[in-house]
């Protein structure tokens, strides 16, 4: 459902996410994404953090966003 979504929203820039708990109450999401420019990859971030909020809330969620984080890192497309 959430790579679904998220396809939907992003199109060929979504590749793929990984969810882990890392506490009873907390979880950190790993999205894979594609983007050209530095600005496209923090919007694409943030859309994509956005929507994954909506899923969860929409789920019945409780979630708590205080202690959250966004983190852009860019990697090198292979050749």
């Known amino acids: 459902m959430i790579d679904d979504r998220l ?10 996410h990984n969810a ?15 983007a050209m420019t530095p600005a496209d990859a923090i919007r694409c971030a943030g859309m994509a953090a956005g929507t994954l909020v909506e899923l969860l809330t929409d789920a019945g969620a409780d979630i708590e966003l205080s202690g959250a984080a966004l983190v852009v890192r860019a990697h090198e497309a292979s050749a």
């Open 7 to 16: 396809r939907d929203e992003l199109g060929p820039r979504y590749d793929r």
């Open 20 to 34: 882990q708990s890392v506490g009873t109450d907390k979880l950190i999401v790993t999205l894979m994404l594609r």
